[in-house]
């Protein structure tokens, strides 16, 4: 993985081009290539996201864009970038072995009561949760 490909570095180059965009010392040309480039790095810095909250949610979270910086940004990037949340549901947790390679994982599912489904990461993995018929969880990182 180069330097440019961390979730660090995608996120810096996104909030370092939409500063710029808005900047009035850049000339017509370089403002009139940005709106495509920022679009490119916020796509790219999701899908470096989505990869980073499965393998290291810890570094997702540490690099998330904050809601005060995301609202400053250009309106054709907002989707492309996670929102805090607060989601009330059932909880389901889903545990897997492998068995081959010695491994075993959990994976935990809200279901809203209209039936949306969200995948839940932790920075440390819960010790002593349990399946709930009600529970209400708040973060960062709705993507």
């Given at each position: 993985?180069?330097?440019?490909?961390?979730?660090?570095?995608?996120?810096?180059?996104?909030?370092?081009?939409?500063?710029?965009?808005?900047?009035?010392?850049?000339?017509?040309?370089?403002?009139?290539?940005?709106?495509?480039?920022?679009?490119?790095?916020?796509?790219?810095?999701?899908?470096?996201?989505?990869?980073?909250?499965?393998?290291?949610?810890?570094?997702?979270?540490?690099?998330?864009?904050?809601?005060?910086?995301?609202?400053?940004?250009?309106?054709?990037?907002?989707?492309?970038?996670?929102d805090?949340?607060?989601?009330?549901?059932?909880?389901?947790?889903?545990?897997?072995?492998?068995?081959?390679?010695?491994?075993s994982?959990?994976?935990?599912?809200?279901?809203?009561?209209?039936?949306?489904?969200?995948?839940?990461?932790?920075?440390?993995?819960?010790?002593?949760?349990?399946?709930?018929?009600?529970?209400?969880?708040?973060?960062?990182?709705?993507?």
């Open positions: 993985m180069t330097q440019q490909d961390t979730l660090e570095s995608l996120t810096n180059q996104l909030l370092q081009v939409a500063a710029e965009q808005t900047s009035q010392t850049q000339d017509i040309s370089a403002r009139r290539d940005q709106p495509q480039t920022l679009i490119q790095i916020a796509q790219k810095r999701k899908d470096k996201a989505l990869e980073e909250i499965q393998i290291n949610p810890n570094n997702f979270l540490l690099f998330s864009i904050p809601k005060q910086a995301k609202d400053q940004l250009p309106s054709d990037i907002k989707p492309l970038i996670e805090e949340a607060t989601v009330s549901g059932k909880l389901d947790i889903i545990h897997g072995d492998d068995f081959t390679n010695h491994k994982t959990y994976n935990w599912i809200v279901e809203t009561s209209d039936t949306q489904r969200f995948n839940v990461h932790f920075g440390t993995e819960p010790s002593s949760l349990i399946s709930s018929p009600a529970v209400r969880v708040e973060g960062g990182g709705k993507t």
